[in-house]
């Protein structure tokens, strides 16, 4: 903002005079309970059925009023907890989350007694392993830049990772490190892309 930040900077960024990879105004998507609309946002606008699908995800509200807290449903989770994960929706990297089958009973009552207080900030997901691979659990990405003109996509997908033995948050921000992800056909030699071909395929849009 103005003012917690650089006066006129945003006016600089909208007329592309300041180059940016953060786009002014989008913050918003970084809170958790966005996600539980992405897939009814992509019917609407795009009148397309999502080819990857969201995880269930519920928030601890009622569906009738979400600022009153659904007890069935928190009774459930306490009771159960290592079959879920919460998620307050304002957090910040792996802040605040609890991941169910990472918990001792101790630990978990007392997240548990944390969410009580305010049960509209969360939403849960039953637990849902990542993906796995040489003592390591990761999340894979596959970052485009989409352009009016044409998209650019990598040659290779990145994703965070973290010992399978750790607590289960690859963020960057508590113990998660950044890694690259080859996709190897066994039938055929191992051609490494960064030596053979330009780092970014450029995809003109149909």
Same mark, same amino acid.
């Given at each position: 903002?103005?003012k917690?930040?650089?006066p006129g900077l945003?006016d600089a960024i &909208? !007329?592309?005079k300041?180059k %940016?990879?953060?786009?002014?105004?989008?913050?918003?998507?970084?809170?958790?309970?966005?996600?539980?609309? &992405?897939?009814?946002?992509?019917?609407?606008y795009?009148?397309?059925?999502p080819?990857l699908?969201?995880?269930?995800?519920?928030t601890?509200?009622l569906?009738?009023n @979400?600022?009153?807290?659904?007890?069935?449903?928190?009774k459930?989770m #306490?009771a159960?907890y290592w079959k879920y &994960?919460?998620? @307050?929706?304002?957090g910040? +990297?792996g802040?605040g989350i609890?991941?169910? @089958?990472?918990?001792?009973p101790e630990s #978990?009552?007392k997240?548990l007694e944390?969410i009580?207080?305010?049960f $509209?900030? =969360?939403?849960?997901q039953? =637990?849902?392993p990542?993906s796995?691979?040489e +003592? =390591?659990?990761?999340?894979?990405?596959?970052?485009m830049?989409v352009?009016?003109?044409?998209n650019? $996509?990598p040659? %290779?997908?990145?994703g965070r990772?973290i010992?399978?033995?750790?607590n289960? !948050?690859?963020?960057l921000?508590?113990?998660?490190?950044? %890694? %690259?992800?080859w996709?190897i056909?066994p039938?055929?030699p191992?051609?490494? @892309?960064? !030596?053979?071909?330009? =780092?970014?395929l450029?995809?003109?849009?149909p």
């Amino acid at each position: 903002s103005e003012k917690n930040g650089v006066p006129g900077l945003f006016d600089a960024i &909208v !007329k592309g005079k300041v180059k %940016t990879s953060s786009t002014p105004g989008l913050e918003f998507i970084g809170d958790k309970e966005f996600y539980m609309y &992405v897939e009814k946002l992509v019917k609407y606008y795009l009148n397309e059925e999502p080819i990857l699908r969201n995880l269930p995800t519920r928030t601890l509200g009622l569906k009738s009023n @979400p600022n009153l807290p659904d007890l069935e449903l928190f009774k459930q989770m #306490a009771a159960e907890y290592w079959k879920y &994960v919460l998620k @307050p929706v304002d957090g910040r +990297g792996g802040d605040g989350i609890m991941i169910g @089958p990472k918990e001792n009973p101790e630990s #978990a009552a007392k997240i548990l007694e944390q969410i009580k207080k305010r049960f $509209a900030w =969360y939403i849960e997901q039953e =637990y849902t392993p990542l993906s796995e691979g040489e +003592g =390591y659990i990761m999340d894979l990405r596959y970052l485009m830049d989409v352009g009016h003109e044409d998209n650019l $996509a990598p040659m %290779t997908c990145s994703g965070r990772a973290i010992s399978r033995d750790g607590n289960g !948050k690859v963020n960057l921000s508590i113990s998660g490190r950044e %890694t %690259t992800v080859w996709i190897i056909d066994p039938k055929k030699p191992f051609v490494s @892309p960064i !030596k053979n071909c330009p =780092y970014l395929l450029k995809k003109k849009k149909p």
